[in-house]
């Protein structure tokens, strides 16, 4: 079946040591999104990809960046993690119907990766 | 920015029963999305609205374009206890534009 896959679903980490957070999908969209989403609220997001074009959020912070290799693989980078930065991490697809950057919508979401920081 | 008033935020109901939750925008959307997430997974889709007044079904579930693009509300017919999870309404203003989150109505089915 077509899917966004997040590996791993759980990552620990310790204060300030780097992680990197994975998204794959087979649904062959051309849009990939990083939401985080804290214990209790709405997904926030902090970046997306339109094909290889960076999107980033006015509020996300330096701390985190994405690469994005290939249409399938897309990665989520924390450079010194803080204990604010635990949280579920949710990685998104979507599909432009028309070509011209529009619906950005029907997000399809992956499982996410919660994230613990020590 | 743009904000959704999504309520209630929280409902206990009993199996059988039917549910009703709702968002609300100050400003215009053009698309509304409806989410379930269960708990420690991502977000499921089960409806999306593309015309003001639209009203979609989805098995037991029901959603509506409000006629005025500032509101959208999603109804559970006969509950049942898989029902459980957080719903999350998003809009988007337009196809460049990200979604935008409700705060997510909470609900629990009680056997």
């Known amino acids: 079946d077509a899917m966004v896959i997040q590996n791993p679903r759980y990552q620990v980490t310790q204060f300030g040591k780097p992680v990197t957070l994975s998204c794959s999908q087979t649904?062959?969209?051309?849009?990939m999104y990083w939401y985080q989403q804290k214990s209790s609220q709405a997904p926030k997001l902090l970046f997306h990809?339109?094909?290889?074009?960076?999107?980033n959020e006015a509020d996300t912070p330096d701390n985190f960046q994405s690469r994005r290799p290939n249409t399938s693989f897309c990665f989520l980078d924390i450079r010194s993690p803080g204990l604010g930065d635990a949280a579920m991490y949710l990685c998104?697809?979507?599909?432009?119907?028309?070509?011209?950057?529009?619906?950005?919508?029907?997000?399809?979401f992956g499982p996410g990766t919660r994230l613990t920081v020590l | 920015g743009q904000q959704l008033n999504q309520s209630p935020q929280s409902m206990f109901i009993q199996e059988g029963e039917d549910v009703s939750m709702n968002c609300t925008s100050s400003?215009?959307?053009?698309?509304w999305l409806w989410y379930k997430q269960d708990p420690g997974e991502g977000p499921v889709l089960l409806i999306a609205l593309y015309k003001a007044g639209e009203l979609t079904s989805n098995g037991r579930l029901t959603a509506q374009f409000g006629i005025t693009r500032k509101d959208s509300f999603l109804n559970i017919s006969a509950s049942i206890p898989s029902d459980v999870g957080i719903y999350f309404c998003a809009g988007q203003l337009n196809g460049n534009t990200p979604l935008v989150f409700g705060k997510g109505t909470r609900l629990s089915v009680i056997a």
């Open positions: 649904l062959n969209h051309n849009v």
């Open positions: 400003s215009i959307f053009n698309t």
């Open positions: 990809y339109y094909d290889k074009d960076f999107n």
């Open positions: 998104a697809t979507s599909r432009d119907l028309d070509g011209r950057k529009g619906a950005y919508n029907e997000q399809f």
